[in-house]
């Protein structure tokens, strides 16, 4: 099946700082999404994003698609930023929507 | 703002018992999935539901797990004689389509003792 890998896997913050978290995907894709997993387990949806570029706020994505891979930005940094964030994709022609997540990258925002 | 709900937020079962962690999809959405976390670890893909019918469902959805959709819109995934190792956080998320955004519900964390 296809393998989901995030980078890095931990990543330490001091507030205002910016940072690039990674996600590689190994066959083409149809969906690919970012969540955010706050302290009390909700996964919080940040971009759909299967390619192209999007924006939102201090964060923003890019999917290169034909490279297989996706880049999460997080700019000023804010300890409410602090948590798991989790790529998850859904294989190309999947008419199911299945999606298979990553690791996950655990960051940590420090005041 | 549309949302996938979930109840019950916790829940607390005797190994042995059955258990019944419900959902209510976004009401547009027509393709519905369960997903479970075992703490610390990555959310893995259980089943995903269309037309009335499983349309995918991983290796750990044996016959101790059973999804319905009793009504227009609940969705339930059933859990016959827990065990200790289906202790986790469960998802139900729901699409309006296949390779569309999955929502998520908030979650209902089991423990199985």
């Known amino acids: 099946g296809i393998q989901v890998e995030q980078s890095p896997p931990d990543l330490i913050l001091q507030e205002g700082a910016n940072s690039t978290l990674r996600c590689n995907f190994s066959d083409s894709v149809n969906n690919l999404q970012w969540f955010h997993q706050n302290p009390w387990g909700q996964l919080i949806n940040l971009f759909y994003i299967p390619s192209g570029t999007k924006q939102n706020g201090r964060l923003s994505a890019t999917t290169v698609a034909t490279e297989r891979y996706s880049l999460l930005y997080i700019s000023s940094s804010q300890t409410t930023d602090s948590g798991v964030y989790f790529c998850a994709v859904a294989r190309g022609f999947s008419n199911t929507g299945k999606l298979i997540f990553g690791q996950g990258t655990t960051l940590q925002v420090k005041p | 703002e549309p949302e996938v709900t979930q109840t019950p937020s916790h829940q607390v079962t005797q190994m042995g018992q059955e258990v019944i962690l419900r959902c209510v999809p976004i009401?547009?959405?027509?393709?519905f999935y369960w997903y479970r976390q075992i703490l610390g670890q990555k959310v893995e893909f259980l089943v995903s539901f269309y037309n009335n019918e499983i349309s995918e469902k991983s290796e750990i959805f044996d016959d101790q797990f059973s999804v319905e959709r009793p009504d227009g819109s609940n969705f339930t995934l059933k859990i016959r004689s827990t065990k200790l190792e289906d202790s986790a956080m469960y998802f139900c998320?729901?699409?309006?389509?296949?390779?569309?955004?999955?929502?998520f519900g908030q979650g209902t964390r089991l423990t199985v003792v």
């Open positions: 009401s547009n959405h027509l393709y």
């Open positions: 998320a729901s699409s309006g389509r296949a390779a569309t955004e999955a929502f």
